[in-house]
Structures are given as C-alpha cells and as structure tokens.
C-alpha cells in the first residue's frame, strides 16, 4: 500500500518532521513521493525500538546503570567554595 508522506506519520502517530527524519535515515522505502507502508514497516521494525527514539546503533551506547557516588559528587557548598564556615 503506497501513502503520502503525512498520512504516513498519521498511522504512526508521529509528527512529519519525524517522517522526514526517517526518510533521511533511510527508513522509508519511497515510491516516488508515495511511502510503501509495508516495507518501510520492516525496516523501521528492524531499525528502530518504539520506546526509544534512538536507532537501534545508538541504543547501547548508554548505559542504563545507576553510578554509586564518589566523593568528589558529595563535597558540601562550603568545601566546594574553599572555605569552613
């Protein structure tokens, strides 16, 4: 099924400037100025995770781990401005 770019970004619920993003990407399979719903459906499913607006290259970059504190995070106001009240 072929459909314009905006009804595109309608079925996905995404903006247009989201669309034009993906097609950048390389997302959108294109038939002229027609988007083929159905292999570009493929394609965002293997590129992309629809909780996370990232591509799926970026995704493991960052980790989700909580960092314990060091003691340089925990210096109050005072050590921070060299001086003891």
Do not use: C
């Not at 459909?3 to 669309?19: D, L, N, P, Q, Y």
């Not at 909780?51 to 290259?57: I, Q, S």
């Amino acid at each position: 099924m072929l459909v314009s770019k905006a009804e595109f970004g309608r079925m996905h619920g995404v903006s247009h400037t989201a669309v034009n993003k993906w097609q950048k990407a390389g997302y959108l399979v294109m038939q002229g100025s027609k988007v083929d719903v159905d292999a570009s459906n493929e394609k965002l499913k293997r590129y992309r995770d629809s909780t996370d607006g990232r591509p799926a290259r970026a995704r493991g970059k960052v980790s989700d781990d909580l960092k314990p504190e060091t003691k340089d995070e925990t210096e109050t106001d005072a050590e921070v401005s060299g001086f003891n009240r």
